[in-house]
Nanobody, 116 residues
Framework: QVQVVESGGGLVQPGGSLRLSCAVS????????MAWYRQAPGKQRRLVAT???????NYTDSVKGRFTISQDNAKNTVYLQMNSLKLEDTAVYYC??????????WGQGTQVTVSS
């Protein structure tokens, strides 16, 4: 049974920083990649960043240069470092493990609120 658990959300002022963590437990078979999504109030869940098992990262345009996705394979943990946060970054952030065999596993989400 694979479990995905996010942490690190909170309240931050515009221009501030937060680091989200995503811990994956359980036995993972086959290829997979990790992703961060976010869902703002009244909007659809949208992809923020992805990282492959070999460390290749991709970002949606709105966060390029501000957010960094990384992973610690020894700890089965993925991080999202968020800098220069803007009001529009406010959302619930979800971590996803996309298994090539079993499909997506989602975490419960962590709230990020950017407000002055």
């Amino acid at each position: 049974q694979v479990q995905v658990v996010e942490s690190g959300g909170g309240l931050v002022q515009p221009g501030g920083s937060l680091r989200l963590s995503c811990a994956v437990s359980g036995t993972i078979f086959g290829a997979y990649f990790m992703a961060w999504y976010r869902q703002a109030p009244g909007k659809q869940r949208r992809l923020v960043a992805t990282i492959t098992s070999t460390g290749i990262a991709n970002y949606t345009d709105s966060v390029k240069g501000r957010f960094t996705i990384s992973q610690d394979n020894a700890k089965n943990t993925v991080y999202l470092q968020m800098n220069s946060l803007k009001l529009e970054d406010t959302a619930v952030y979800y971590c996803q493990m996309m298994s090539a065999i079993y499909g997506p596993y989602w975490g419960q989400g962590t709230q990020v609120t950017v407000s002055s």
